[in-house]
Structure formats: structure tokens, C-alpha cells
């Protein structure tokens, strides 16, 4: 699991620190549809962030808002204290925000090591020329780059698909890829939206150690949005709650588990088996 230079802060211990992304009273509509209403929260460095909530509460479009998918029409996106009205996608990522999909973006034809390599375009400093040459600085550059993204999969235990192709691979490995492209960017932040759906007992688990070594070991700050509440309760620092674009519940897992609204509206349905 050693690599030569890891995503986010090496050895950076795991410790909570102060806020690093502050949404502030963030609204954002669709013609007539509200997917977001005055919504505030904030996430701190080094936290893995839950937001949960039933179906079309919201909860991607958040992601989309942090990320400059998508502008807000009202509120804040303060950033290591630089406040924004809204994130443009290129800004985000170049301020080391990353994010894997809920419906996975790989390139299928491509092998696992280039759709990994894909991830560290951002951190490519050699111009087009320079690399369609392979001039020596861009032969380095390369080398140094596939050395990242070789670290990435010995970390995500995938070496011994590193030559195929991603479409041929199962489901489960595939958001495993896609969550080595979003590190290969070594993001300070990673928005994962529902990195487990879709998968067996078996992968959920591997996902959760992954996403806690991550989590742990490079002191990457999570944000994520899942279904499996068991899974959100066991890993999460803190969740925000979202039911029909509004904000119903915020704290510790313990302090949403018992919050009266988020019962209601979310933890109610699970228990009369409506929600996952
Ligand atoms: N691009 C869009 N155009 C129009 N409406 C949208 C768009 N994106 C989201 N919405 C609407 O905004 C609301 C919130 O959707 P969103 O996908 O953010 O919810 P969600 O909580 O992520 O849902 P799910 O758990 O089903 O993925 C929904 O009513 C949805 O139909």
C-alpha cells in the first residue's frame, strides 16, 4: 500500500481540522422545480461529509453546485475562505476538488492504467507539442506520471487489471477505477456521489476500506452521497439531511439517527422498507 507520492498530503494525520468548504444559503431551481433551497452547510478538512436523503432530495445537485456543474441562482460557495457565488468545473479542479459519478464516467474502450492517467491531466505541465515529440521534459513528465497512477493502483489493490480494458471489467471494479481517476488528481477534496450503489456486500466493504484509507492516510477531506445507511452511519463524521431541496438535519450520525424530521422524512421510510 506504500506509494511513491500519494493523492492529497502524504502521511498527514487524521485529524479534524477547520472549515474548508462553507455552502451558504444555496438555492438553485430548474425552471419551476426548486432542487435546492437555502441550503448551509459546511465541511471541514480532513472529515468525510455524508449527505443522505430520499430520491430527488437534492443531493447530486449539491455535489454539482460545489463542483461548478451547476450555478446557483442565491448563496455561497466560500473556499478556504474565498468566498464564490458559484465554482466553475476547471476552478474546481484546479483547487483540488474531484469527483467520481453516480452513473460511472470511464472511458470503456481504454485500459484501467490510461483511464487512471486521464485523472492527472490537470497536474501535466509539458505544452501539446513537447508531447506529441515526446521531448525529453515530456518523456519524464510521463514516466513521473505513470509512477502516480501505478501507486494509485497498488494502493487500490487493481494490478492485476491494469492492462484491461475498463468495459470488460465487473461493476465494482469499475467504480474502484473511478475512484482511482478522481485520486490520481490528488484532490484535498473528493465528492464521491453514491460510491457504492450498485454493488454486492463483498465490494461495499472494500469500497468503505478504501474510502477510509483514503480518508486516513492521505488526510483527503470526503463528501459523499450514499443510499446504504448502514455504510453512511459507520463512516461518516458528520451528515447533512436533504428532503425536497431543503435542509432537515445536520450532526454526527448519532445526533441525525435520532433527529424527529430526519425520521420522519428519511429514516421512517427505511424502516417501513421504502428506502434502501
Ligand atoms: N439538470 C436538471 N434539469 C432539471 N431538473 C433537474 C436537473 N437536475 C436535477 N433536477 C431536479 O432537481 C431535483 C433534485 O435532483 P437531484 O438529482 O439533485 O436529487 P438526488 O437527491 O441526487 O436524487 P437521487 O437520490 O435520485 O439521485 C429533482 O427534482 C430533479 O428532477
Do not use: W
Not at 124 to 144: C, D, P, S, V
Not at 181 to 198: H, W
Request: hydrophobic share 40%.
Amino acid at each position: 500500500m506504500e506509494m511513491t507520492q500519494p493523492p492529497g498530503q502524504p502521511g498527514t494525520e487524521r485529524r479534524i481540522g477547520d472549515v474548508i468548504l462553507d455552502l451558504k444559503n444555496i438555492s438553485l431551481s430548474f425552471g419551476g422545480v426548486k432542487a435546492l433551497t437555502d441550503i448551509s452547510f459546511d465541511v471541514k478538512q480532513h472529515e468525510i461529509r455524508a449527505i443522505i436523503g430520499p430520491n430527488g432530495a437534492g443531493k447530486s445537485s449539491m455535489l454539482n453546485v460545489i463542483n461548478g456543474v451547476y450555478r446557483p441562482q442565491q448563496g455561497e460557495i466560500v473556499l478556504r475562505g474565498v468566498h464564490r457565488t458559484n465554482m466553475d468545473c476547471y476552478g474546481a479542479a484546479k483547487a483540488g476538488i474531484a469527483r467520481t459519478f453516480q452513473n460511472i464516467a470511464l472511458f470503456k474502450g481504454m485500459t484501467v492504467l490510461d483511464n487512471i492517467m486521464t485523472g492527472r491531466n490537470l497536474k501535466m505541465k509539458t505544452n501539446f507539442l513537447q508531447q506529441a515529440f515526446y521531448l525529453g521534459a515530456a518523456r519524464r513528465e510521463e514516466i513521473a506520471h505513470r509512477e502516480q497512477a501505478e501507486a494509485i493502483i497498488d494502493f487500490l489493490e487493481i494490478q492485476a487489471i491494469r492492462k484491461t480494458p475498463v468495459g470488460r471489467l465487473p461493476y465494482g471494479l469499475q467504480k474502484r477505477v473511478e475512484l482511482g481517476r478522481a485520486l490520481a488528481a490528488e484532490p484535498e477534496i473528493l465528492l464521491l456521489d453514491e460510491p457504492m450503489a450498485g454493488m454486492n456486500v463483498e465490494e461495499k466493504q472494500d469500497m468503505c476500506r478504501f474510502i477510509l484509507d483514503v480518508n486516513d492516510q492521505f488526510g483527503t477531506t470526503i463528501v459523499l452521497i450514499e443510499h446504504d445507511m448502514g455504510v453512511v452511519m459507520d463512516i461518516s463524521d458528520r451528515v447533512v439531511v436533504l428532503d425536497y431541496g431543503k435542509k432537515i438535519g445536520d450532526g454526527t450520525p448519532d445526533e441525525v439517527r435520532t433527529n424527529e424530521n430526519v425520521i420522519k422524512a428519511y429514516l421512517g421510510q427505511a424502516h417501513e422498507g421504502s428506502a434502501a
